[in-house]
């Protein structure tokens, strides 16, 4: 069956360290992945996209690899900051005719001061 | 500073009662989704419009839920009658698809911009 996973307990690390978050699929041929971040109470946000051809993409503090043949997604942030505390979601683009995201269950992530 | 817009923010109702869930996608998307997130499952695709055509509603009950885009700055979801399991978050989103010259297919690697979402409890 088709699956994505991320990590459903929480990831706890202290300011200033990388945060490392994994999403896994099976049974999926994305065409690209795109990371989100959500808030408590708000709607999920653009952070980050990266297409099967490509093995990593940055943006600031943010990092993101694609490996097509561990079907595996890791997401990086490295001086985190509390402010970077919030649900990351994976999602990957699918096609079925026409384009459409299925997105993971999400990895709440907690940086403590 | 554009952004989508859902109403209302919260709905409270008893089983049985119409809901409609209302959406003004970004001006100029072309595509509109429709999202219900739980705790268990995650955001699900209920519906996804292009052009303000239906092009997939497979991940709606059919018997209660309806979709439709009556004009490019509203889409709405309803749901007739509701019950406790449609106790939710939905999500609108809107985004902009570019034709990909990809084996006849369509490809759009462009983000969602979600709107703030509608809290629904069936009671």
């Known amino acids: 069956s088709q699956k994505i996973e991320q990590n459903s307990e929480a990831l706890n690390i202290q300011e200033g360290k990388t945060a490392t978050l994994t999403c896994n699929y099976t049974?999926?041929?994305?065409?690209?992945l795109q990371w989100y971040r959500q808030d408590p109470g708000r709607g999920p946000v653009f952070l980050l996209l990266?297409?099967?051809?490509?093995k990593e993409k940055r943006k600031e503090r943010l990092k993101v690899t694609f490996d097509t043949t561990l079907k595996q997604s890791l997401f990086h942030i490295t001086a985190s900051q509390p402010a970077d505390s919030a649900t990351y979601l994976c999602?990957?683009?699918?096609?079925?005719?026409?384009?459409?995201?299925?997105f993971g269950t999400g990895t709440r992530l907690l940086v403590s001061p | 500073d554009a952004r989508v817009t859902q109403t209302p923010r919260d709905k409270v109702t008893e089983m049985g009662q119409e809901v409609t869930m209302r959406c003004q996608p970004i001006l100029g998307h072309n595509t509109v989704f429709w999202y219900r997130q739980t705790m268990m499952q995650g955001l699900e695709l209920l519906a996804y419009f292009r052009n303000r055509a239906p092009l997939d509603d497979s991940g709606m009950p059919k018997d209660r839920f309806s979709a439709e885009m009556p004009d490019a700055t509203l889409a709405t979801l309803k749901i007739q009658p509701s019950e406790p399991r449609d106790s939710a978050v939905y999500f609108c989103?809107?985004?902009?698809?570019?034709?990909?010259?990809?084996?006849?297919?369509?490809?759009?690697?462009?983000?969602?911009?979600f709107g703030p979402g509608t809290r629904l409890t069936v009671l």
């Open positions: 989103a809107s985004g902009l698809v570019v034709a990909d010259d990809r084996g006849g297919n369509e490809y759009s690697y462009n983000e969602q911009f």
């Open positions: 049974n999926y041929s994305p065409a690209y």
């Open positions: 990266i297409r099967e051809n490509e």
């Open positions: 999602a990957l683009g699918v096609n079925t005719g026409f384009q459409k995201l299925v």
